[in-house]
């Protein structure tokens, strides 16, 4: 089983609606979790850090549940300029400053 | 403005060759730098952690004498693919670290072996 999971989509969206997805991870232990965006052939780049109360950035929501071991992203209002990759990640004190991708999610935003 | 850069940003080597890739911290020193890799239509893979002043530490299954990593100072640290096949080919990225544990990409370099 691999550490973090996710969907791998793509979630065909229609431009200005709203679209959520999750991501699991199996080490109860993890720390620290991230939301990041990758572009095609590109490197990523850090979208938000996902908090225990969860936290809001524009049009992105994050959440945290310790209990079931997952974090979500909820996108409000797509634009077509949302089409990337979204990696979940994870860190865990333990291992220093590494990180562990999960696959991604690809959304694909549509006029 | 970018954090982080690379050197070069693609490059087509013969097989057999090496090539050599340049991380460089901008804004800050960074004691440790992540290199990765990433095939097509896959996630990224931490292949080592690049410690400034001592010897890198390799994730299982990557070979350290495959990979040459040397972080000579507190804002370098190079990546050298030694004899490189058709199968290194890919998308090798490096990054830094914040005190926050977010970390921050270089623009990642594309290595095709010919």
């Known amino acids: 089983r691999k550490e973090v999971e996710q969907d791998p989509g793509p979630f065909n969206v229609p431009e200005g609606a709203t679209v959520a997805f999750n991501c699991t991870y199996s080490n109860s232990a993890s720390q620290s979790f991230f939301w990041y965006r990758q572009d095609c052939r590109k490197e990523p780049k850090l979208l938000m850090s996902?908090?225990?109360s969860g936290n809001e950035d524009g049009r992105f929501t994050a959440q945290l549940n310790r209990a079931s071991q997952y974090i979500s992203l909820l996108i409000r209002d797509s634009k077509l300029s949302d089409s990337a990759t979204y990696l979940c990640?994870?860190?865990?004190?333990?291992?220093?400053?590494?990180?562990?991708f999960g696959g991604g999610t690809r959304v694909l935003v549509k006029p | 403005g970018a954090v982080v850069s690379q050197h070069p940003s693609w490059v087509i080597c013969k097989s057999g060759t090496s090539v050599k890739i340049e991380c460089r911290s901008l804004d800050f020193q960074a004691t440790t730098m992540f290199w990765y890799r990433q095939f097509p239509k896959q996630s990224l893979m931490l292949m080592a952690t690049s410690n400034e002043g001592s010897k890198a530490t390799y994730e299982q299954g990557v070979e350290k004498d495959k990979f040459l990593i040397n972080h000579a100072s507190l804002t370098l640290s190079t990546l050298t693919v030694t004899s490189a096949h058709p199968e290194d080919s890919s998308f090798y990225i490096c990054?830094?670290?914040?005190?926050?544990?977010?970390?921050?990409f270089g623009p990642g370099t594309r290595l095709t072996v010919t």
């Open positions: 990640v994870v860190n865990r004190k333990a291992a220093g400053n590494k990180l562990t």
């Open positions: 990054s830094t670290t914040s005190v926050s544990y977010e970390q921050y």
């Open positions: 996902v908090y225990s």
